[in-house]
């Protein structure tokens, strides 16, 4: 099964920068798949932030682009989303996974999330 760790979430305030992580452990082959990130404020539905695919291709919401960038790491199995001019609208946990680009674009299913990574946006 697959392993996820987010992490490098905080609290920031509004305008501000952060950069996430998310690690991926479990099968072999990651290089192969696609792989996302998610969020989810409270009392809100889960939401597709960003993807990217096995080739390197990128895929956001229009409300993402120009303020989010995913990227990844393909030999440290890694994946980061590095998020700018942050609102409070951003705040959520956000969690990463991998799996089909169209699971991710939509959300899932898939067979196990992360713990994720808080991201505050305050002053």
């Known amino acids: 099964q697959v392993q996820l760790v987010e992490s490098g979430g905080g609290l920031v305030q509004p305008g501000g920068s952060l950069r996430l992580s998310c690690v991926v452990s479990?099968?072999?082959?990651?290089?192969?798949?696609?792989m996302g990130w998610f969020r989810q404020a409270t009392g809100k539905e889960r939401e597709f932030v960003a993807a990217?695919?096995?080739?390197?291709?990128?895929y956001y919401p229009d409300s993402m682009k120009g303020r989010f960038t995913i990227s990844r790491n393909k030999s440290k199995n890694a994946v980061y989303l590095e998020m700018t001019d942050l609102n409070a609208e951003d705040t959520g946990v956000y969690y990463c996974?991998?799996?089909?680009?169209?699971?991710?674009?939509?959300?899932?299913?898939?067979?196990?999330w992360g713990q994720g990574t808080q991201v505050t946006v305050s002053s």
């Open positions: 479990g099968p072999p082959l990651y290089e192969s798949y696609d």
């Open positions: 990217i695919d096995w080739t390197g291709g990128t």
């Open positions: 996974n991998i799996g089909d680009l169209w699971l991710l674009r939509n959300g899932g299913p898939f067979n196990s």
